[in-house]
């Protein structure tokens, strides 16, 4: 004949199950609160700087637009000059060659939503200066963003 055994644990922890201390359990999130804030002001930097290239590359669109207007024109000027701003819209900045045509320099652009920023033109088109910007902590540097 088979008997069965019935284990009985003893009430309460024994002496070799004992727990994490207040004192270790505090510095492990102390810790995890370092890394955590490490890890923000990386991120945090990180995007800054991705909003200067992007900024700075849209601005290059916008440049090589127009010289690409003035270029298929056979003009040296745009029809006029851009003080309110360029955001990228048709009929803004159109240059007419000597044939007559007018070309526009949003036809340039390949497509998508209109810039961050509206870019002032002097009539030679070339961006004097920023009328409006939407882009987040990036200003304007005479010439670049920053």
Partial sequence: MYTAAIMVCPAGPRRDERGFTLVELLVVVVILGVIAAVAT???TRFIGSSNVDAANTEMHQAR???????YEAEAMEIDAAVPAGWDG???VVEATGASGTTHDAADYLHGGAPFKASYILNKAGHITGVASVSWPSVTWAGDHWE
Avoid at 64 to 70: D, F, G, P, R, S
């Fill in 41 to 43: 002001l990386g991120v």
């Fill in 64 to 70: 090589t637009a127009i010289v690409l207007c003035l």
């Fill in 89 to 91: 819209s048709a009929g």
